[in-house]
């Protein structure tokens, strides 16, 4: 896989590896070919992300995770399982992009009591879905993304952050 990670805020150290893993595990659970796919990882603070929700989502404050995919694969109907994504010209699927805040990823696992790390995985693994035409406005879109979280990260050997 073609990751391009910016790290804009120091604290990130170790993001790569991990990024590398959740995604290609994303890519292995929709049997995708992950020499072909690209996507890029802002690696950001809450201010810069806050900054990024503003400007495309209207919303001033800091968030967890964004993504924007590089093509809509969301399927018509509630519940489907989006499109599979094709590869371009060149023979690559580029998928879009992503940022995470480290501010908001902390405080988020502290305050669920879980690792940073196991955290960070499950939203990479959240905003990769994003790209791959997930969604979770609709009730039967979010129990599909919701169910595609927690196999993946059960694979992974990461306990269900839905189950609280």
């Not at 690696?43 to 093509?71: Q, Y």
Request: net charge negative.
């Amino acid at each position: 896989m073609n990751l391009e990670l910016t790290i804009e805020d120091a604290r990130w150290q170790g993001l790569e590896p991990l990024a590398k893993r959740a995604i290609q595990a994303v890519l292995d659970h929709c049997d995708l070919d992950a020499d072909l796919c690209e996507i890029s990882l802002l690696a950001c603070d809450d201010a810069r992300i806050a900054e990024l929700n503003a400007e495309f989502r209207e919303k001033s404050t800091p968030t967890n995770v964004l993504s924007w995919p590089a093509e809509d694969l969301a399927a018509d109907q509630p519940g489907v399982v989006p499109v599979e994504p094709e590869p371009d010209f060149t023979g690559e699927i580029t998928l879009g992009d992503i940022a995470i805040a480290y501010d908001t990823c902390a405080r988020e696992a502290e305050e669920a009591g879980k690792s940073m790390d196991d955290h960070v995985t499950h939203l990479i693994i959240h905003g990769t879905l994003h790209l791959l035409g997930y969604d979770h406005i609709r009730d039967p879109d979010a129990t599909l993304m919701e169910a595609a979280e927690v196999a993946i990260l059960g694979k992974m050997g990461i306990d269900d952050p839905y189950n609280v």
